[in-house]
Protein backbone atom coordinates (compact mmCIF):
# COMPACT_ATOMS: atom_id res chain seq x y z
CA UNK A 1 0.00 0.00 0.00
CA UNK A 2 1.39 3.55 -0.94
CA UNK A 3 3.29 5.18 2.38
CA UNK A 4 0.54 8.06 1.78
CA UNK A 5 -2.34 5.94 2.28
CA UNK A 6 -0.63 4.87 5.53
CA UNK A 7 0.35 7.87 6.82
CA UNK A 8 -3.48 9.23 6.09
CA UNK A 9 -5.00 6.63 8.55
CA UNK A 10 -4.05 3.07 7.75
CA UNK A 11 -1.11 0.98 9.05
CA UNK A 12 1.61 -0.89 7.99
CA UNK A 13 -0.56 -4.34 8.31
CA UNK A 14 -3.68 -3.32 6.27
CA UNK A 15 -5.58 -2.71 9.39
CA UNK A 16 -7.53 0.26 9.54
CA UNK A 17 -6.29 1.62 12.59
CA UNK A 18 -6.05 4.92 13.88
CA UNK A 19 -2.77 6.43 13.62
CA UNK A 20 -3.92 9.46 16.63
CA UNK A 21 -5.20 6.06 18.22
CA UNK A 22 -1.53 4.69 18.01
CA UNK A 23 0.01 7.54 19.19
CA UNK A 24 -2.13 7.90 22.23
CA UNK A 25 -0.93 4.16 23.24
CA UNK A 26 2.00 4.42 22.82
CA UNK A 27 1.96 7.53 25.25
CA UNK A 28 0.69 5.98 27.54
CA UNK A 29 2.95 2.82 27.60
CA UNK A 30 5.93 5.05 28.29
CA UNK A 31 4.22 6.94 30.85
CA UNK A 32 3.54 3.24 32.20
CA UNK A 33 7.14 2.49 31.97
CA UNK A 34 8.29 6.03 33.69
CA UNK A 35 9.50 7.22 30.43
CA UNK A 36 9.94 11.19 30.96
CA UNK A 37 7.26 12.57 28.63
CA UNK A 38 9.39 16.01 27.30
CA UNK A 39 6.69 16.49 24.73
CA UNK A 40 3.95 16.63 26.98
CA UNK A 41 3.62 20.30 29.16
CA UNK A 42 1.74 20.17 32.09
CA UNK A 43 -0.55 23.29 33.03
CA UNK A 44 0.18 24.58 36.67
CA UNK A 45 -2.34 24.22 39.00
CA UNK A 46 -3.81 27.79 40.43
CA UNK A 47 -3.31 28.20 44.50
CA UNK A 48 -7.27 26.91 45.73
CA UNK A 49 -9.17 29.97 46.49
CA UNK A 50 -9.93 30.70 50.34
CA UNK A 51 -12.52 32.87 52.41
CA UNK A 52 -10.36 34.94 53.50
CA UNK A 53 -8.51 35.19 50.28
CA UNK A 54 -11.67 36.20 48.67
CA UNK A 55 -12.61 38.17 51.24
CA UNK A 56 -9.62 40.50 50.74
CA UNK A 57 -10.46 40.46 46.82
CA UNK A 58 -13.41 41.65 48.09
CA UNK A 59 -12.84 44.37 50.95
CA UNK A 60 -9.81 45.94 48.57
CA UNK A 61 -12.58 47.44 46.37
CA UNK A 62 -15.55 48.18 48.77
CA UNK A 63 -15.89 52.27 49.33
CA UNK A 64 -17.54 51.10 53.03
CA UNK A 65 -13.99 49.12 53.80
CA UNK A 66 -11.99 52.03 52.70
CA UNK A 67 -13.62 54.58 54.33
CA UNK A 68 -14.25 53.34 57.50
CA UNK A 69 -10.69 51.87 57.39
CA UNK A 70 -9.23 55.18 57.10
CA UNK A 71 -11.65 56.75 60.18
CA UNK A 72 -9.90 54.19 62.47
CA UNK A 73 -6.86 54.31 61.39
CA UNK A 74 -6.64 57.91 62.38
CA UNK A 75 -8.59 57.56 65.73
CA UNK A 76 -6.06 54.90 66.64
CA UNK A 77 -2.65 56.83 65.93
CA UNK A 78 -4.94 59.89 67.92
CA UNK A 79 -5.24 57.28 70.50
CA UNK A 80 -1.22 56.18 70.51
CA UNK A 81 0.40 59.62 69.94
CA UNK A 82 -2.12 62.53 70.44
CA UNK A 83 0.91 64.74 70.07
CA UNK A 84 0.97 64.65 66.38
CA UNK A 85 -2.46 66.30 66.79
CA UNK A 86 -1.77 68.60 69.00
CA UNK A 87 0.88 70.11 71.40
CA UNK A 88 -1.17 71.82 73.97
CA UNK A 89 -1.18 70.29 77.12
CA UNK A 90 -5.00 68.92 78.31
CA UNK A 91 -4.76 69.53 81.72
CA UNK A 92 -2.51 73.30 81.80
CA UNK A 93 -5.75 75.22 82.75
CA UNK A 94 -6.23 78.85 82.92
CA UNK A 95 -9.94 79.99 84.63
CA UNK A 96 -9.03 83.24 82.49
CA UNK A 97 -10.22 81.32 79.70
CA UNK A 98 -13.30 79.74 80.84
CA UNK A 99 -16.19 78.60 78.28
CA UNK A 100 -14.48 80.75 75.73
CA UNK A 101 -15.99 79.76 72.22
CA UNK A 102 -13.87 78.58 69.32
CA UNK A 103 -11.52 80.88 67.70
CA UNK A 104 -8.68 80.72 65.07
CA UNK A 105 -6.23 80.18 67.66
CA UNK A 106 -7.96 77.62 69.74
CA UNK A 107 -9.98 75.66 67.36
CA UNK A 108 -12.75 73.64 69.87
CA UNK A 109 -12.52 76.81 72.40
CA UNK A 110 -12.13 76.45 76.03
CA UNK A 111 -13.99 73.98 78.90
CA UNK A 112 -15.07 75.37 82.27
CA UNK A 113 -11.89 75.13 83.83
CA UNK A 114 -10.34 76.91 80.86
CA UNK A 115 -8.89 74.38 79.30
CA UNK A 116 -7.64 73.81 75.96
CA UNK A 117 -10.82 72.11 74.41
CA UNK A 118 -9.13 70.41 71.44
CA UNK A 119 -6.38 69.18 73.29
CA UNK A 120 -8.50 66.95 75.96
CA UNK A 121 -10.96 65.98 72.78
CA UNK A 122 -7.73 64.65 71.50
CA UNK A 123 -6.66 63.11 74.53
CA UNK A 124 -9.60 61.54 75.24
CA UNK A 125 -9.63 59.02 72.60
CA UNK A 126 -6.64 57.18 74.54
CA UNK A 127 -9.00 56.10 77.30
CA UNK A 128 -11.95 55.81 75.22
CA UNK A 129 -10.65 53.79 72.09
CA UNK A 130 -8.50 51.36 74.76
CA UNK A 131 -11.93 50.50 76.90
CA UNK A 132 -13.39 49.41 73.45
CA UNK A 133 -10.32 47.55 72.10
CA UNK A 134 -9.40 45.98 75.94
CA UNK A 135 -13.01 44.40 76.57
CA UNK A 136 -13.30 43.48 72.77
CA UNK A 137 -10.34 41.43 73.21
CA UNK A 138 -11.35 39.70 76.08
CA UNK A 139 -14.53 39.09 75.21
CA UNK A 140 -13.84 37.25 72.08
CA UNK A 141 -11.10 35.25 74.24
CA UNK A 142 -13.42 34.44 76.24
CA UNK A 143 -16.23 33.57 73.42
CA UNK A 144 -13.26 31.42 71.60
CA UNK A 145 -12.45 29.28 74.50
CA UNK A 146 -16.09 28.75 76.32
CA UNK A 147 -18.05 28.71 72.56
CA UNK A 148 -15.34 26.13 70.93
CA UNK A 149 -15.65 23.85 74.11
CA UNK A 150 -19.11 23.70 73.96
CA UNK A 151 -20.14 23.14 70.09
CA UNK A 152 -17.56 20.74 70.06
CA UNK A 153 -18.01 18.62 73.02
CA UNK A 154 -21.48 19.04 73.64
CA UNK A 155 -23.90 17.40 75.81
CA UNK A 156 -23.31 17.97 79.50
CA UNK A 157 -20.23 20.49 78.98
CA UNK A 158 -22.63 22.39 76.47
CA UNK A 159 -25.21 22.13 78.63
CA UNK A 160 -23.82 23.91 81.62
CA UNK A 161 -22.23 26.64 79.40
CA UNK A 162 -25.34 27.73 77.46
CA UNK A 163 -27.19 28.02 81.44
CA UNK A 164 -24.21 30.08 82.16
CA UNK A 165 -24.90 32.40 78.92
CA UNK A 166 -28.36 32.79 79.16
CA UNK A 167 -27.55 34.05 83.35
CA UNK A 168 -25.37 36.48 81.67
CA UNK A 169 -28.06 37.36 79.07
CA UNK A 170 -30.77 38.37 81.56
CA UNK A 171 -28.40 41.36 82.56
CA UNK A 172 -29.20 44.58 80.40
CA UNK A 173 -25.10 46.09 79.65
CA UNK A 174 -25.96 49.49 80.73
CA UNK A 175 -28.00 48.68 83.59
CA UNK A 176 -25.42 46.05 84.82
CA UNK A 177 -22.85 48.36 84.57
CA UNK A 178 -24.53 51.10 86.95
CA UNK A 179 -25.12 48.59 89.59
CA UNK A 180 -21.45 47.05 89.38
CA UNK A 181 -19.82 50.36 88.97
CA UNK A 182 -21.48 52.20 91.71
CA UNK A 183 -20.81 49.63 94.33
CA UNK A 184 -16.42 50.57 93.49
CA UNK A 185 -14.72 53.27 95.06
CA UNK A 186 -12.17 53.88 92.46
CA UNK A 187 -13.77 53.64 88.61
CA UNK A 188 -10.60 54.06 86.17
CA UNK A 189 -9.97 52.61 82.82
CA UNK A 190 -8.84 49.14 84.07
CA UNK A 191 -12.31 49.02 86.52
CA UNK A 192 -14.49 50.41 83.83
CA UNK A 193 -12.79 48.07 81.75
CA UNK A 194 -13.68 45.06 83.78
CA UNK A 195 -17.04 45.48 84.87
CA UNK A 196 -17.80 45.24 80.56
CA UNK A 197 -15.56 42.70 79.80
CA UNK A 198 -17.86 40.50 82.00
CA UNK A 199 -21.34 41.62 80.86
CA UNK A 200 -19.86 41.48 77.42
CA UNK A 201 -18.87 37.74 76.03
CA UNK A 202 -22.48 35.77 75.60
CA UNK A 203 -23.78 37.08 72.12
CA UNK A 204 -19.84 36.27 70.93
CA UNK A 205 -19.79 32.84 72.62
CA UNK A 206 -23.33 32.11 71.16
CA UNK A 207 -22.68 33.29 67.92
CA UNK A 208 -19.00 30.90 67.96
CA UNK A 209 -20.60 28.20 69.33
CA UNK A 210 -23.07 27.93 66.25
CA UNK A 211 -20.60 28.12 63.84
CA UNK A 212 -18.13 25.40 65.93
CA UNK A 213 -21.69 23.19 65.66
CA UNK A 214 -21.65 23.66 62.27
CA UNK A 215 -18.11 23.06 60.59
CA UNK A 216 -17.37 19.80 63.12
CA UNK A 217 -20.29 18.01 61.09
CA UNK A 218 -17.78 18.89 57.71
CA UNK A 219 -15.94 16.00 56.13
CA UNK A 220 -12.77 17.85 55.95
CA UNK A 221 -13.32 17.34 60.36
CA UNK A 222 -13.99 13.62 59.92
CA UNK A 223 -10.92 13.01 57.94
CA UNK A 224 -8.59 15.04 60.10
CA UNK A 225 -10.14 12.49 63.09
CA UNK A 226 -9.35 9.43 60.93
CA UNK A 227 -6.00 10.66 60.55
CA UNK A 228 -5.45 10.33 64.60
CA UNK A 229 -5.50 14.69 65.11
CA UNK A 230 -5.92 15.22 68.75
CA UNK A 231 -9.11 17.36 69.78
CA UNK A 232 -6.73 20.53 70.17
CA UNK A 233 -5.54 20.31 67.06
CA UNK A 234 -9.04 19.69 65.26
CA UNK A 235 -10.52 22.73 66.80
CA UNK A 236 -7.42 24.96 66.17
CA UNK A 237 -6.35 24.06 62.84
CA UNK A 238 -9.26 22.64 61.30
CA UNK A 239 -12.44 24.53 62.98
CA UNK A 240 -12.04 27.69 64.40
CA UNK A 241 -10.25 29.01 60.93
CA UNK A 242 -13.92 27.94 59.47
CA UNK A 243 -15.97 29.15 62.28
CA UNK A 244 -14.49 32.48 63.24
CA UNK A 245 -15.64 35.22 61.12
CA UNK A 246 -18.95 35.35 62.58
CA UNK A 247 -17.12 36.75 65.56
CA UNK A 248 -14.47 38.96 64.00
CA UNK A 249 -17.44 40.62 62.15
CA UNK A 250 -19.18 41.26 65.31
CA UNK A 251 -16.39 42.07 67.38
CA UNK A 252 -15.53 45.06 65.20
CA UNK A 253 -18.79 46.13 65.87
CA UNK A 254 -18.73 45.89 69.67
CA UNK A 255 -15.77 47.95 69.96
CA UNK A 256 -17.97 50.92 69.23
CA UNK A 257 -21.18 50.00 71.09
CA UNK A 258 -18.29 49.37 73.78
CA UNK A 259 -17.02 53.24 73.54
CA UNK A 260 -20.92 54.03 73.43
CA UNK A 261 -21.60 52.13 76.83
CA UNK A 262 -18.80 53.86 78.64
CA UNK A 263 -19.57 57.06 77.68
CA UNK A 264 -22.96 55.64 78.63
CA UNK A 265 -22.36 55.02 81.93
CA UNK A 266 -19.71 58.34 82.35
CA UNK A 267 -22.75 60.32 81.31
CA UNK A 268 -24.75 58.80 84.23
CA UNK A 269 -21.66 59.51 86.46
CA UNK A 270 -20.69 55.89 86.94
CA UNK A 271 -18.44 55.43 84.72
CA UNK A 272 -14.60 57.04 84.87
CA UNK A 273 -13.83 59.76 87.42
CA UNK A 274 -11.92 63.44 86.98
CA UNK A 275 -9.33 63.63 86.62
CA UNK A 276 -9.02 61.40 84.07
CA UNK A 277 -10.20 62.44 80.58
CA UNK A 278 -12.74 60.42 78.02
CA UNK A 279 -15.30 61.96 75.55
CA UNK A 280 -17.78 60.59 77.67
CA UNK A 281 -16.70 62.44 80.80
CA UNK A 282 -16.65 65.71 78.43
CA UNK A 283 -20.33 65.02 77.67
CA UNK A 284 -21.68 64.77 81.31
CA UNK A 285 -19.60 67.86 82.03
CA UNK A 286 -21.27 69.49 79.06
CA UNK A 287 -25.29 68.60 80.11
CA UNK A 288 -25.67 71.32 81.99
CA UNK A 289 -24.26 74.07 79.71
CA UNK A 290 -25.72 72.63 76.39
CA UNK A 291 -27.72 76.01 75.36
CA UNK A 292 -24.54 78.43 76.88
CA UNK A 293 -21.71 76.81 75.72
CA UNK A 294 -22.68 74.15 72.82
CA UNK A 295 -19.31 73.39 71.98
CA UNK A 296 -18.81 71.58 75.31
CA UNK A 297 -21.17 69.27 73.86
CA UNK A 298 -20.64 69.34 69.94
CA UNK A 299 -17.12 68.48 69.84
CA UNK A 300 -16.61 65.03 71.72
CA UNK A 301 -19.77 63.90 70.55
CA UNK A 302 -18.84 64.52 67.13
CA UNK A 303 -15.86 62.80 67.73
CA UNK A 304 -17.59 59.51 69.70
CA UNK A 305 -20.02 59.18 66.84
CA UNK A 306 -18.03 59.27 64.59
CA UNK A 307 -15.86 56.78 65.69
CA UNK A 308 -18.72 54.13 66.36
CA UNK A 309 -20.03 55.25 63.25
CA UNK A 310 -16.74 53.79 61.62
CA UNK A 311 -16.38 50.59 63.18
CA UNK A 312 -19.88 49.65 62.97
CA UNK A 313 -19.40 50.57 59.16
CA UNK A 314 -16.50 48.39 59.33
CA UNK A 315 -18.19 45.62 60.95
CA UNK A 316 -20.63 45.93 57.71
CA UNK A 317 -17.93 45.56 55.42
CA UNK A 318 -16.35 42.79 56.88
CA UNK A 319 -19.72 41.13 57.16
CA UNK A 320 -20.48 41.72 53.33
CA UNK A 321 -17.17 39.76 52.29
CA UNK A 322 -17.12 36.92 54.86
CA UNK A 323 -20.63 35.83 53.41
CA UNK A 324 -21.02 34.11 50.29
CA UNK A 325 -24.45 34.48 50.74
CA UNK A 326 -24.25 38.87 50.14
CA UNK A 327 -21.89 38.48 47.35
Excluded at 122 to 144: K, M
Excluded at 174 to 192: D, M, T, Y
Aim: aromatic share 8%; glycine share 8%.
Amino acid sequence: MPSSIRGFGMSEDGEGRDVATEEAEAVAQAALAGEVLTEIELEPVGKPASLWGDAWKELRTSPMFIISALLILVFIVMAITPSLFTDADPRACNLRNSLERPSAGHWFGFDLQGCDYYARTVYGAQVSISIGIIVTIFAVIIAVILGSLAGYYGRFLDTIIARITDIWFAIPTILGGIVILSLLQERGLWQVSLVLIVLGWPTMLRLLRSAVLSAKEQEYVDAARALGASDFRIITRHILPNAIAPVIVYATITVGVIISAEAALSFLGVGLQLPAISWGLMISVAQTRILQSPHLLLFPGAFLSLTVFSFILMGDALRDALDPKLR
